[in-house]
């Protein structure tokens, strides 16, 4: 499956955009694991991508949308967190809103 995915940074969140036609929300899982990667997959395997969140990306802080088989997921920014922190976050499971189809 082909399919396009934006990255864009604002002044307080890093903001995906993937193009997931024929998928609704149930078909999708987005999440974080241990080494600050967004993994964005559908259940059946068709489709995976990952991204390695930049160091401000606040994995304790983040909201997925989708509708018309277009999925946005934002990843709040925060620069005051420390090494630290982020190496102490766990793996997050992000539900996903929007319109049942």
Same mark, same amino acid.
């Given at each position: %499956?082909?399919?396009?995915?934006?990255?864009? !940074?604002?002044?307080?969140?890093?903001?995906?955009?993937?193009?997931?036609? /024929?998928?609704?929300?149930?078909?999708? *899982?987005?999440?974080?694991?241990?080494?600050?990667? *967004?993994?964005?997959?559908? $259940?059946?395997?068709?489709? %995976?991508?990952?991204?390695?969140?930049?160091?401000?990306?606040?994995?304790?802080?983040?909201?997925?949308? %989708? !509708?018309?088989? &277009? *999925? *946005?997921?934002? &990843? /709040?920014?925060?620069?005051?967190?420390? %090494?630290? $922190?982020?190496?102490?976050?766990?793996?997050?499971?992000? !539900?996903?809103? /929007?319109?049942? !189809?």
């Amino acid at each position: %499956m082909q399919t396009q995915i934006s990255w864009r !940074e604002t002044p307080r969140a890093h903001v995906f955009k993937a193009y997931l036609p /024929g998928f609704d929300r149930d078909d999708v *899982l987005v999440f974080i694991d241990d080494d600050r990667v *967004l993994q964005i997959s559908t $259940e059946d395997g068709k489709f %995976m991508s990952r991204f390695k969140l930049p160091d401000n990306a606040r994995s304790d802080e983040i909201d997925g949308f %989708m !509708e018309n088989g &277009v *999925l *946005l997921v934002a &990843v /709040g920014k925060d620069v005051s967190l420390s %090494m630290q $922190e982020r190496a102490n976050n766990n793996v997050k499971v992000i !539900e996903i809103t /929007g319109d049942d !189809e």
